[in-house]
């Protein structure tokens, strides 16, 4: 499976960068600072690192689980994007939950075979 999951993390290392990118542009336009190191993302993820190398299966599940978590996040701030009429976050958040439930969707096939 290695190069199957190496195109396909690969793909999903570009597009999160990409993201990453959206979103803080997002966030500098609302008029805040936009994190910038990985203390910084580590303190605000709801995404624990793994210690160690997982076996392939438990790489998927893991990631499964990332995917999952990031559409919790974006679905818990809806509520306050509805209340201040933020109609372009509103947007990047539908944006972010299709991919990323896109993608557990793939990943969740994986484990099923």
Same mark, same amino acid.
């Given at each position: 499976?290695?190069?199957? +999951?190496? /195109?396909?993390?690969?793909?999903?290392?570009?597009?999160?960068?990409?993201?990453?990118?959206?979103?803080?542009?997002?966030?500098? #336009?609302?008029?805040?600072? #936009?994190?910038?190191?990985?203390?910084?993302?580590?303190? /605000?993820?709801?995404?624990?690192?793994?210690?160690?190398?997982?076996?392939?299966?438990?790489?998927?599940?893991? +990631?499964?689980?990332?995917?999952?978590? $990031? $559409?919790?996040? #974006?679905?818990?701030?809806?509520?306050? $994007?509805?209340?201040?009429?933020?109609?372009?976050?509103?947007? +990047?958040?539908?944006?972010?939950?299709?991919?990323?439930?896109?993608? #557990?969707?793939? /990943?969740?096939?994986? /484990?099923?075979?």
């Amino acid at each position: 499976m290695f190069q199957t +999951l190496h /195109l396909m993390f690969e793909a999903q290392y570009t597009e999160l960068g990409t993201a990453v990118d959206v979103i803080a542009e997002r966030i500098r #336009a609302l008029g805040f600072p #936009a994190p910038g190191t990985y203390s910084e993302f580590s303190r /605000l993820s709801s995404i624990q690192e793994s210690a160690g190398v997982p076996k392939a299966e438990e790489m998927i599940r893991l +990631l499964v689980e990332g995917q999952e978590a $990031v $559409v919790r996040t #974006a679905r818990s701030i809806f509520p306050k $994007v509805d209340e201040a009429n933020d109609e372009p976050t509103a947007d +990047l958040l539908t944006q972010r939950m299709q991919v990323h439930e896109k993608t #557990a969707w793939m /990943l969740r096939s994986l /484990l099923q075979e």
